[in-house]
Each structure stands twice: as structure tokens, then as C-alpha cells.
Nanobody, 119 residues
Framework: QVQLVESGGGLVQAGGSLRLSCAAS????????MAWYRRAPGKQRELVAA???????NYADSVKGRFTISRDNAKNTVYLQMNSLKPEDTAVYYC?????????????WGQGTQVTVSS
């Protein structure tokens, strides 16, 4: 069974940094796009950043210039470097990946990791 396992969340003061990681474990043939979403209390889930298998990234306007998404295809891992964090970045962050398993596209989600930014 393939799982997306996230790590790196926590509590940080405003202006600080965190790095999230998400690794696909199990028998994965390949991975297409990977992304990070977040859901803040009382709000809908939103796309934070996404990256193609070739490394092309795009970002939500609210995080541009502060967050960087990257991936290591050899490790089936995607990262989210978050700098200059703001209290409004507080949310549960979810990893998403388009996994190719047995030649079938299977969009998958991680369990979520809490990021809390104090003012």
C-alpha cells in the first residue's frame, strides 16, 4: 500500500521558518504533479504550491516570495520551505501527489501536519 507521509510541522514565531517534507512510501512506479494544500480553521482547503515532475512550480499569491516547493524524484519526496511565516499561515498542511501505480493514476493525500505561527 502506498502512503504519503508528512513531517516538519510545528509551532513557530512570526517571521520564522519551517520545512515540510512528504515522502511516498510503498511500491510507486512514478509520480506526476505534487502539491501542498492547507486548511485554516473555518476556511476551505486552498492550494499553496504545486510542482510538476519536470520541476515547474506555481504558488498561491499569498505565499509567493516566501515559500518554495521542491522535489527529489529519486526519493519520491516533495518539500515546502516556508520562510517569513505569518500568523495567517496557521493551518493544517496536506501533501498531494498524482501517483502512478500499476500504470493507473491515483491521486493521493497525506494525513496532514499542523503549522502554527504565533504573533
Amino acid at each position: 500500500q502506498v502512503q504519503l507521509v508528512e513531517s516538519g510541522g510545528g509551532l513557530v514565531q512570526a517571521g520564522g521558518s519551517l520545512r515540510l517534507s512528504c515522502a511516498a512510501s510503498g511500491s510507486v512506479f512514478s509520480i506526476n504533479a505534487m502539491a501542498w494544500y492547507r486548511r485554516a480553521p473555518g476556511k476551505q482547503r486552498e492550494l499553496v504550491a504545486a510542482i510538476t515532475s519536470g520541476g515547474t512550480a506555481n504558488y498561491a499569491d499569498s505565499v509567493k516570495g516566501r515559500f518554495t516547493i521542491s522535489r527529489d524524484n529519486a526519493k519520491n519526496t516533495v518539500y515546502l520551505q516556508m520562510n517569513s511565516l505569518k500568523p495567517e499561515d496557521t493551518a493544517v498542511y496536506y501533501c498531494n501527489a498524482d501517483l502512478i501505480i500499476d500504470r493507473v493514476l491515483r491521486p493521493s493525500w497525506g494525513q496532514g501536519t499542523q503549522v502554527t505561527v504565533s504573533s
